[in-house]
């Protein structure tokens, strides 16, 4: 995973807590690169010690479905230790562009393709974004998927990308910061980060979703 993105940061906030307990630095290693399955693979062959851990995202459930020759075995090659957070998808744009609404953005749509960004090809943004389109009955996006989210989110703040699906934690602060606007996210219920913010169970989604 990409060490900005939002895996590095809780691996270095978890390695930071287990100094006390083990006595010893933890080691933060970002592999970026195949969804999440470079970082996975090289788990997977680390010595069955517990000297080597992994911080994964949902990709690690999603990819055996995408990627059906995978070397490794969820099943087999891991153990769960721990859930480390729960945080809602948000679709959100640059307030440098033009659609600064949904309704905006769906606009500029049916003039012509939307560039899309998310954290890569089999990510939880990609399949959330492919879920609104398909629900919204819209064309194909023009997706572009990119090294995780921090790449994404960077091409977004330069104007590259019209809009991005990817894990709220990743873009909140942009929001919050007036760099980017939050136009919904996937929790049922308002998000404490941002309450202002749709959620997909609003009147503003519920034709869709």
């Not at 099943?75 to 948000?90: K, N, S, W």
Request: aromatic share 6%; charged share 15%.
């Amino acid at each position: 995973m990409p060490a900005s993105g939002s895996p590095g940061a809780v691996a270095r906030v978890s390695g930071a807590r287990m100094l006390g307990p083990l006595g010893r630095p933890v080691v933060v290693e970002a592999c970026p690169g195949g969804g999440g399955n470079l970082a996975f693979e090289h788990v997977a062959r680390a010595a069955p010690d517990g000297h080597t851990w992994l911080v994964g995202w949902i990709s690690l459930a999603i990819n055996p479905a995408l990627h059906p020759r995978l070397p490794h075995d969820v099943l087999r090659d891991f153990a769960p230790v721990v859930q480390t957070i729960a945080a809602p998808h948000a679709l959100v744009v640059c307030t440098g562009l033009p659609h600064q609404s949904l309704d905006a953005l769906l606009a500029a749509h049916r003039r012509g393709p939307v560039s899309w960004a998310s954290p890569g090809n089999g990510s939880i943004g990609r399949l959330t974004g492919e879920r609104f389109r398909g629900l919204a009955g819209l064309g194909d996006f023009a997706h572009v998927p990119h090294r995780g989210a921090a790449p994404a989110l960077t091409d977004l703040l330069a104007g590259v990308m019209d809009a991005f699906w990817g894990i709220l934690p990743a873009s909140a602060e942009h929001v919050r910061e007036g760099r980017m606007r939050a136009l919904a996210c996937t929790s049922a219920t308002g998000n404490a980060a941002l309450p202002q913010v749709p959620t997909v169970r609003s009147r503003v989604f519920r034709r869709w979703w």
